[in-house]
T-cell receptor, first 109, second 115 residues
Framework: GIQVEQSPPDLILQEGANSTLRCNFSDSVNNLQWFHQNPWGQLINLFY???GTKQNGRLSATTVATERYSLLYISSSQTTDSGVYFCAVENTGRRALTFGSGTRLQVQP | ETGVTQTPRHLVMGMTNKKSLKCEQHLGHNAMYWYKQSAKKPLELMFV???????ENNSVPSRFSPECPNSSHLFLHLHTLQPEDSALYLC??????????????FGPGTRLTVL
């Protein structure tokens, strides 16, 4: 099956710093989503981005499908950005998401 | 209620108990999913239902039994579980179009502990 690798696995930032999270995948995809999992386990949709670039406030994402990677940018980070960020993909023939292992982000005041 | 809801939020059960997890989606979607999140492991797909028909069973032990009575409700029936089944169980839904799952939305999860 498709492999999804996220980097870095852990990231510690000072409040106000910027960061880039990366997701590499091993096959073509129909769907790519970025999620933020809060401390209570809820997965919050950030972006549905099989290709191209999207922005939502301090967050933006870019997927380059032909090169099989996606990037999530967090600018001016806040303590509330802490948590685990997951990339998940759906590839041809499988009607469900395959998740990466996540990037655990800690933003310190 | 909006979005995807799950009950109960927390469940503690013995290995001989029978319990059920419930998921309800209020988004008008036609596909629903169960995922399992264990400590130190990525989220794993368990089951996929599209238009109330199971379309994927990801080699899940028979002690987990899903049920989808309609496109808005999904259950996961549990019996004779093992301690290693302790995990966060997440339900999701999406608008399945032309055999593509589309954007998925998740419920808050049920945190299960098996003693």
């Amino acid at each position: 099956g498709i492999q999804v690798e996220q980097s870095p696995p852990d990231l510690i930032l000072q409040e106000g710093a910027n960061s880039t999270l990366r997701c590499n995948f091993s096959d073509s995809v129909n769907n790519l989503q970025w999620f933020h999992q809060n401390p209570w386990g809820q997965l919050i949709n950030l972006f549905y981005i099989p290709s191209g670039t999207k922005q939502n406030g301090r967050l933006s994402a870019t997927t380059v499908a032909t090169e099989r990677y996606s990037l999530l940018y967090i600018s001016s980070s806040q303590t509330t950005d802490s948590g685990v960020y997951f990339c998940a993909v759906e590839n041809t023939g499988r009607r469900a998401l395959t998740f990466g292992s996540g990037t655990r982000l800690q933003v310190q005041p | 209620e909006t979005g995807v809801t799950q009950t109960p939020r927390h469940l503690v059960m013995g290995m001989t108990n029978k319990k059920s997890l419930k998921c309800e989606q209020h988004l008008g979607h036609n596909a629903m999913y169960w995922y399992k999140q264990s400590a130190k492991k990525p989220l794993e797909l368990m089951f996929v239902y599209s238009l109330e028909e199971r379309v994927e069973n990801n080699s899940v032990p028979s002690r987990f039994s899903p049920e989808c009575p309609n496109s808005s409700h999904l259950f996961l029936h549990l019996h004779t579980l093992q301690p290693e089944d302790s995990a966060l169980y997440l339900c999701a839904s999406s608008q399945d179009i032309s055999f593509l799952a589309g954007e998925q939305f998740f419920g808050p999860g049920t945190r299960l502990t098996v003693l």
